[in-house]
Nanobody
Framework: VQLQASGGGSVQAGESLRLSCATSGIIFRNNVLVWYRQAPGEQRELVARITLAGNTYYADSVKGRFTISRDNRKNVAYLQMNSLKPEDTAVYYC?????????????WGQGTLVTVSS
């Protein structure tokens, strides 16, 4: 099982980035895809989640600015991040887990760093 997160970088506040999470070794369409982030000195937090049916959930801090999506043909999950703020600076991780699995379990990518400067 392999999850490869990419697309991070350094941007100015107000700009956009799109993160990708390419997966292999899992039955992608049977997995819930989740993006987490962890800022320096902070606990990991759930950013967005998309179910098998495409239902989405967002943390309040990113609602209206971030959009999670999935492409079941390419086995890739995306996180479109608009209107970025300095407080969005963090390492972003993708997570894939089977329906019914406990949060935080499943397979993890290595993380991609997003830095937003004011």
């Amino acid at each position: 099982v392999q999850l490869q997160a990419s697309g991070g970088g350094s941007v100015q506040a107000g700009e956009s980035l799109r993160l990708s999470c390419a997966t292999s070794g899992i039955i992608f369409r049977n997995n819930v895809l989740v993006w987490y982030r962890q800022a320096p000195g902070e606990q990991r937090e759930l950013v967005a989640r998309i179910t098998l049916a495409g239902n989405t959930y967002y943390a309040d801090s990113v609602k209206g600015r971030f959009t999670i999506s999935r492409d079941n043909r390419k086995n890739v999950a995306y996180l479109q991040m608009n209107s970025l703020k300095p407080e969005d600076t963090a390492v972003y991780y993708c997570n894939a887990l089977r329906v019914g699995a406990a949060p935080g379990t499943g397979s993890w990518g290595q993380g991609t760093l997003v830095t937003v400067s004011s």
